[in-house]
């Protein structure tokens, strides 16, 4: 008898907002960006708690197999070939090479939140052929596809996302992973997303090479980085360099710059209590003028008013809806939310 588990893309049928394939990709890059996973911590898997204006990241991929958790937040989900409209509570699983992405427009006073967690498919590869993982196998092979969960091991599923996040060894938090997956395998409400594979094609030479650029930029972004400098370093010109990245990664050099330095300013701000000063030099940006235009365009605030509305949710507080926050950085009335928020670098 086979293991039950997650059914086929036609059982349940998709909901009738889901958009044909050829809509989806009509509405995206013709190539979706390559992410290199790279973050404060190490080990068998990376967890973010994500909490911004707006969901903004592009049309990507990686190799590592991803969850992600919507925990307040409204816009348009892309997994593969599907498109659809997501709300508060969104759970899904993606696999590795899928790309995929989740996009919102910003409402003034009213941030959006996430929980995401990456792990490399490796994790699990030494146990997926011993007896008793035939649901798990299922389930990993339907990621790739792209899962959204549903049904009532939703809510048992995200309750151990929650405790996955609160443990404080990586231990535990691999129990809780496994966990996790085996609600899911053993229920039988989620369904998948997109009706064929559709992962990113990739040579190793062109992964190895991308890899390598983003590490070096990474490396050097706090101190002056130019695009000219960087094609040196790998021994091309600077107009096939250019040509390189915006294939790679969807955007110009600049632009990767300038986004992974407001990343850095925004950790800053709600970590540490520097001055707008010291972390405009920490983060590679010189100048507080040249701060406040760049995260002025990518976070649609003043780097004081983003610390200040950081402040206000990690007391467990809250911009209410009808008084939302100013971006001129003017306070807002704030009204109470029973639980705490905790802020981490996106």
């Known amino acids: 008898m086979p293991a039950k588990g997650p ?11 889901t958009r044909s394939a050829a809509s989806a990709r009509q509405q995206l890059p013709a190539e979706p960006i390559r992410e290199v996973v790279a973050g404060p911590e190490t080990g068998a898997l990376f967890r973010l708690e994500y909490c ?39 759970l899904c699983i993606i696999g590795s090479g899928t790309p995929h992405c989740w996009n919102s ?29 035939a649901r798990l196998n299922s389930l990993l092979a339907l990621a790739q596809r792209g899962l959204q969960v ?10 151990e996302l929650t405790r996955l996040f609160e443990a404080r060894t990586e231990t535990r938090q691999l129990a ?3 966990t996790f997956l085996a609600i899911i395998a053993e229920g039988d409400e ?29 490396e050097q972004f706090h101190s002056p980085l130019t695009e000219e400098s960087t094609a040196r370093e790998f021994n091309q010109s600077p107009s096939a360099f250019s040509r390189f990245f915006k294939r790679e990664f969807g955007k110009s050099f600049s632009s ?35 701060l406040n235009r760049h995260f002025r365009a990518v976070k649609m605030t003043t780097p004081t008013a983003y610390r200040r509305r950081g402040r206000e949710l990690n ?25 705490p928020l905790t802020l981490a670098r996106r």
């Open 105 to 133: 427009s910003p409402v003034r006073g009213r941030w959006v939140r996430a929980q995401v967690v990456q792990f490399a498919p490796e994790l699990l590869s030494a146990e997926r052929g011993q007896r008793g993982f």
């Open 7 to 17: 059914r086929s893309p036609a059982v349940p049928k998709p909901p009738s907002t």
């Open 315 to 339: 007391a467990g507080l809250r911009v209410a809806e009808e008084a939302p926050a100013r971006c001129d950085g003017t306070a807002a009335r704030p009204k109470r939310e029973a639980a």
């Open 150 to 159: 549903l049904g009532p091991e939703r809510t048992e599923a995200v309750a």
């Open 190 to 218: 989620s369904r998948a997303l997109t009706p064929s594979l559709t992962l990113k094609p990739e040579t190793d030479a062109r992964h190895q090479l991308a890899a390598r650029v983003l590490s070096y930029i990474k």
């Open 176 to 178: 809780h992973l496994f």
């Open 52 to 90: 911004d204006v707006r969901f903004w990241y592009p049309w990507h991929f990686h190799p590592e197999l991803e969850i992600k958790h919507i925990i307040r937040g409204a816009g348009t989900r892309v997994i593969g070939d599907s498109l659809e409209p997501f709300t508060d509570g969104d």
């Open 256 to 290: 990767y710059v300038v986004e992974l330095r407001v990343g850095r300013a925004s950790n800053l701000l709600l970590r540490e209590s520097l001055e707008v000063r010291e972390i405009a030099e920490l983060a590679g940006f010189g100048t507080v003028a040249s």
